[in-house]
């Protein structure tokens, strides 16, 4: 009986010890799904919004993307519409380049006033206007060849580089080989010489230069000036052939030689009156006009004359034939712009043959109606 009762009482205690610890399991279970179940929606919800998130972005990007296709797109048509905008611009004012070249008159009214002192005007209103720049040297006479006396001198006796100025030096410096009978007078001399002239052959002034040396160009060259210095042509020198391309430098020239050669042309003393006359037909046929404007040529006035370009000089030498058509007297006119800068700007070049064109108007219109004072 006693370890019957031994048994039993072991028994009860542990099945008090098992409900004990069912109860405790039991509360501990029902507390537990409490506390996780919270968490769990946090972390549903969590996962929730993480995934509604990439959703917001993805939805976000589908949406910016064509905004920005649409912008992209509208700045594409402001640059084409921009550069269309260029080029109508560009064409504009290429169309507009040949009109910018005119030069506006001189309000200043010409009347009352000696040439001289209008010729230092009108060049005064041409720096005004920027056809004459502040580098910009001008050489400038009129001869008055019935009245046989200067009438404008403006830096007559400076030396300049001559450019194609110098090719009439040499039809002179031929024409008296000539006269010599150093070689004979041919057609193919006469073209040469025409060309060399009225259309400004560089060619065909070196083939000159070298048969006047027979063959030796430095003999041509030395001979050229010695005559040159025999005449009474002080400032002007050959130094050098017409280089490929027209780039002559060295050559020097002045407008009172330039005044002084077409001076003794009028008055048909150089060589002889008819080589003076072969001389004057041929600078007649000079198809480079400055001298000759428009409103000369309207008139029916003829221009002898011989025209020089390069970079950085423009002139422009001959005589007006006006007399016996409006009341003037005949005269010479010798312009030279140079700069020694040499200016790459391409309109330089144009703006100096405008310069001179509108200087020419201006001293026509004063002596054509025999106004030379």
Avoid at 350 to 372: E, F, P, Q
Wanted: hydrophobic letters at 35%; charged letters at 30%; a positive charge.
């Amino acid at each position: 009986m006693t370890f019957f009762k031994k048994n039993f009482i072991l028994s009860f205690f542990l099945a008090l010890v098992f409900l004990l610890e069912s109860s405790f399991s039991f509360a501990a279970e029902s507390t537990t799904p409490k506390t996780t179940s919270k968490k769990t929606v946090q972390k549903k919800v969590q996962k929730k919004a993480g995934k509604s998130k990439p959703k917001k972005t993805v939805v976000q990007k589908r949406k910016k993307r064509p905004v920005k296709k649409v912008k992209r797109k509208k700045t594409t048509v402001k640059r084409k519409k921009n550069t269309s905008r260029r080029k109508k611009v560009a064409h504009s004012r290429i169309r507009k380049v040949p009109v910018s070249f005119g030069v506006q008159p001189n309000t200043v009214p010409m009347a009352g006033g000696s040439l001289q002192t209008i010729v230092e005007n009108e060049i005064l209103h041409l720096r005004t206007v920027r056809h004459l720049l502040l580098d910009d040297q001008i050489s400038l006479q009129v001869f008055d060849l019935n009245e046989k006396k200067m009438l404008v001198d403006v830096n007559g006796r400076v030396v300049r580089n001559a450019a194609s100025l110098i090719k009439p030096f040499v039809m002179l410096a031929v024409y008296e080989a000539v006269a010599r009978q150093e070689f004979p007078e041919t057609p193919e001399l006469e073209n040469q010489l025409t060309r060399m002239i009225a259309v400004s052959d560089n060619e065909s002034t070196n083939v000159l230069i070298r048969r006047l040396g027979k063959g030796d160009p430095l003999q041509g060259i030395i001979g050229i000036n010695a005559l040159m210095r025999k005449m009474g042509f002080e400032d002007t020198r050959l130094r050098e052939l017409i280089p490929e391309g027209g780039r002559t430098y060295a050559n020097e020239t002045s407008a009172q030689d330039n005044t002084h050669f077409f001076r003794l042309l009028y008055e048909k003393k150089l060589i002889s009156p008819s080589f003076s006359q072969k001389m004057n037909e041929i600078l007649l046929k000079s198809i480079h006009d400055r001298i000759k404007t428009q409103r000369i040529r309207q008139d029916g006035v003829m221009v002898a004359d011989k025209t020089g370009y390069v970079r950085g000089l423009n002139g422009d030498c001959g005589i007006v034939y006006q007399k016996g058509l409006n009341g003037g007297n005949d005269y010479i006119l010798s312009v030279i712009i140079e700069n020694k800068n040499r200016p790459t700007d391409w309109a330089w070049g144009r703006k100096k043959s405008a310069a001179i064109r509108y200087l020419s108007d201006r001293i026509y219109n004063k002596l054509k109606n025999g106004h030379n004072a």
